[in-house]
């Protein structure tokens, strides 16, 4: 993208004599205020504490039947609030800009529950945008864009980690080996309730395996050890263990996850992390 | 779809006021603030206008837990506000405006990162048939186009019938993530998007639109993101009809995505809305077909979805009104994607795992009664229902009925109410199971005022209570029971007080105790004509014989205002 291109007919626009052009009917605005973003934050808290409680209908009246992706925001509220038990969603400070029927509130926001089925807790972090539209009952919720703290499966970013970033060639075993203490985290909210995900590990000597992580609260899913082994020969993809030729290292293993609903009106976005054996 | 509303050359034709208002209209559309209160001086001079205000809050907190289980840590705090409007009407009846609000603060459960925050930042000036901003600006383009707050630059210009809308800036958390690397933790994403729109006789409009941006991928420090940097652009049109009671609106867009390294994608998507109101009964039909790797700058477009609804609501009687609602949906997102090839080796097939639903056809009505002999008597009714397929054979399945019977009098209210729902999921079973949930609330007010006489003061009491049970498909069983009793009064001169006191128990799906119960205390009055004090106690306690996710947090705090 050429930024001057953009900037090129801002100016234009501007420099352009608006006296010299025929008349157009002039519309009237209504006139947005601090007193309607106050509303409309107001009409947003109430979402938030229908959420917490499990209020769908509440929700569902104050949004817009033709909203897009209406039945998976409704699916995924359900899904919530049938998995997930004492949700309270914390809001950080909010930017609140306001048109006269249009108001985008922009929040860094934390997440928390605990599963219904063992009550283990869990926190979830994202930053929304808020889509709020004035209409005859109110404000009314248009759309989340970003991180979707209400409903799960209306898309929120995965993060993954990865530690240590680098191993030492000689930490590593003999194929085939003992797994090496290098811990690896994803927080998906959308996959809340599976018990496993697959993430794919690749190595720059060829190797590729799929690497099993389990859930250890709704959404979160660790494992503390990777099963990593030295050799001197070619590694097997899909044998279960990354085999590193020790005879070319260093290596760089990369662990790929593909967040297939990443929220932020993003299509399915990859998440790599890489570390280093040397 | 929001219209921008633009004065013209043509509210010359009319009074001086009339034009004043227009882009008094336009200002406020603009900056998201109010108008100002016109009053030209004598001479026609500009006039300039200053409005702002702050707060400051001392507050004490005592918090245990742990970052897991509450968001609020120990300690003594402060939180300031300050907010400033400043503007400039010329004769002319051009409207120039500087915003600034900020808060600061060292209180981490207030601003995520660092301690303090600008919430607003906006300058700008509007006239006769122009806008421009800078700062904060809300790009409000179109559906499928560009619909997003925006750190930058914003010109509008009418050329004859045809509004021309620019916008170029940068799409980054904060005003402070913009300036402080260490403050990011998303790519600072580089915009632009570009609309414009004509009319076409009283009836129709007609729009096109073209965007894009590209995410800066050194934008964030060394392992803040496993993301990949990604671009996109995309080009829209569309238009929007309406004719005595049916209206239609349409928009179809084109897009193109890539990750960084990566292949990238072409997809497309088209949405069109309309229907018919009648004085009793109104229509509405819709489709949405946005494609999964469709990338856009709006908000409101939501990728992988296809959905076809029919919505319908009837005042059938005096007494009587419903709300019927059929739909298709397909969540294209449940399909396990299409790995990218990586950069160095072949590809393999990502694992398909999802706990999202394909398909989904779902059904609701709502009803809401009155009765017409006992004046205040309502009764509203639910029930919807959907099930789910997924291609690999995961189905998910959703029931929910609910009634509420309410009664309104001149002092006092009550309420009782039922819902119930069913869910069950394939590939979550875990969680599958029956809810139960029955709610009560009273509520009643007093205060002095009569027919001729406004209340000097009022007392308004509010107690609600509910029981609700999960039934899991593993025989388990959860069960909370909560009440909570909300008193809240005021009296001139002396001020405001507001109290809650609530609690819960019950017991969750391994049988273990829950008990919680929470307080809060708010007293306010007036400092003179702007200023204001206020005094507030809360606290929360949960769970605190279960030791591992046990928590509490109570907070003291005085509040101290003024206004200008």
Avoid at chain 1, 77 to 97: M, S, Y
């Amino acid at each position: 993208m050429n930024a001057a291109l953009p900037l090129l007919l801002l100016g234009l626009l501007l420099a352009a004599p608006a006296g010299a052009q025929p008349a157009v009917p002039a519309q009237s605005a209504q006139v947005a205020g601090f007193e309607d973003m106050k509303a409309a934050r107001t009409a947003l808290d109430e979402l938030i504490r229908a959420y917490e409680t499990g209020d769908v209908g509440l929700i569902q009246s104050r949004l817009d039947p033709g909203m897009i992706g209406y039945q998976r925001f409704i699916d995924g509220l359900r899904r919530d609030t049938t998995a997930l038990k004492q949700i309270r969603l914390h809001l950080f400070e909010a930017n609140v800009t306001a048109g006269p029927d249009v108001t985008m509130i922009e929040a860094a926001w934390e997440k928390r529950f605990f599963g219904v089925a063992d009550f283990t807790p869990g926190v979830f972090r994202g930053r929304s945008t808020f889509l709020m539209h004035r209409a005859k009952e109110g404000w009314r919720l248009a759309a989340v864009s970003g991180d979707n703290p209400f409903s799960s499966e209306a898309g929120a970013l995965a993060t993954l980690s990865v530690m240590p970033a680098a191993l030492p060639l000689g930490s590593l075993a003999p194929c085939p080996g003992a797994a090496v203490p290098l811990a690896i985290e994803l927080v998906d909210p959308d996959l809340a309730g599976l018990n496993s995900v697959t993430i794919e590990l690749a190595s720059s000597q060829g190797d590729r395996e799929g690497i099993v992580l389990t859930a250890v609260s709704p959404g979160r899913f660790r494992r503390s050890t990777t099963p990593v082994c030295q050799e001197f020969f070619a590694p097997i993809p899909g044998s279960g263990i990354v085999e590193v030729n020790a005879a070319a290292v260093p290596a760089t293993l990369t662990f790929r996850y593909i967040d297939a609903n990443p929220g932020a009106n993003r299509p399915p976005a990859t998440l790599m992390r890489s570390i280093t054996i040397r | 779809m929001i219209v921008l509303g633009l004065a013209s050359s043509s509210a010359r034709a009319g009074t001086q006021l009339s034009d004043n208002s227009t882009v008094l209209s336009q200002f406020a559309q603009a900056s998201g603030a109010p108008a100002p209160r016109l009053a030209p001086d004598e001479d026609g001079a500009t006039r300039i206008e200053w409005h702002g205000g702050a707060t400051v809050d001392f507050y004490s907190r005592s918090a245990s837990g742990g970052a897991t289980l509450t968001p609020y840590s120990g300690g003594h705090f402060h939180r300031i506000g300050m907010q400033s409007d400043l503007r400039g009407t010329a004769s002319e009846g051009d409207v120039s405006w500087a915003q600034f609000a900020l808060t600061q603060s060292d209180d981490p459960s207030a601003i995520m990162l660092g301690n303090s925050q600008i919430n607003t930042l906006n300058v700008g000036r509007a006239g006769l048939g122009y806008r421009v901003a800078f700062g904060d600006v809300a790009v409000n383009h179109s559906s499928l186009g560009a619909n997003l707050p925006l750190r930058g630059l914003l010109a509008q210009r009418y050329f004859g019938q045809t509004l021309v809308s620019a916008s170029a800036g940068v799409i980054a958390e904060s005003w402070e993530a913009l300036a402080d690397q260490g403050r990011r933790r998303m790519f600072l994403k580089n915009a632009y998007a570009l609309k414009a729109e004509s009319s076409f006789g009283q009836n129709l409009q007609a729009y096109a639109t073209v965007q894009g941006y590209r995410e800066d991928g050194d934008s964030v420090g060394a392992n803040v993101l496993a993301l990949v940097p990604s671009s996109g652009s995309t080009a829209t049109a569309g238009l929007n009809w309406r004719e005595g009671r049916y209206y239609l609106q349409a928009e179809g867009g084109l897009s193109r995505y890539g990750e960084k390294g990566l292949d990238g994608h072409r997809d497309r998507a088209l949405i069109v809305d309309g229907g018919w109101q009648g004085d009793k009964l109104g229509l509405r039909l819709g489709h949405h077909d946005l494609g999964r790797y469709y990338a856009s700058l709006s908000g409101l477009a939501g990728a992988g979805i296809r959905e076809t609804y029919a919505n319908a609501s009837w005042q059938a009687a005096q007494w009587m009104s419903l709300t019927g609602d059929v739909r298709r949906s397909e969540n294209r997102m449940a399909a396990p994607p299409v790995p990218p090839p990586p950069p160095t080796i072949p590809p393999t097939p990502v694992m398909p795992y999802t706990p999202f639903i394909g398909k989904t056809e779902a059904a609701s009505l709502r009803a809401q009664i009155n009765f017409p002999s006992v004046p205040g008597l309502g009764l509203g009714l639910s029930a919807g229902e959907s099930h789910g397929k997924s291609s690999g054979g995961a189905s998910n399945r959703s029931q929910n009925q609910g009634a509420t019977l309410s009664y309104a009098a001149m002092a006092w209210n009550a309420s009782l109410g039922y819902q119930n729902s069913k869910q069950s999921n394939s590939v979550t079973a875990g969680s599958d199971s029956r809810t139960d949930t029955w709610s009560a609330s009273y509520g009643r007010n007093w205060s002095d005022a009569t027919d001729v006489v406004p209340a000097s003061w009022t007392l308004n009491a509010t107690a609600t209570a509910s029981t609700q049970r999960q039934h899991l498909e593993t025989g388990a069983t959860a069960a909370l029971n909560t009440l909570n009793l909300v008193i809240s009064g005021e009296r001139q001169p002396w001020g405001r007080l507001s109290a809650i006191l609530g609690g819960s128990r019950g017991h969750d799906a391994t049988g273990g105790g829950l008990r919680q119960y929470w307080y809060q205390l708010d007293a306010g009055r007036a400092l003179g004509q702007r200023g204001g004090l206020r005094l507030y106690l809360r606290g929360t306690s949960s769970f605190q014989d279960r030791a591992a996710i046990a928590w509490r947090d109570r907070l003291a705090g005085i509040q101290l205002s003024y206004a200008f």
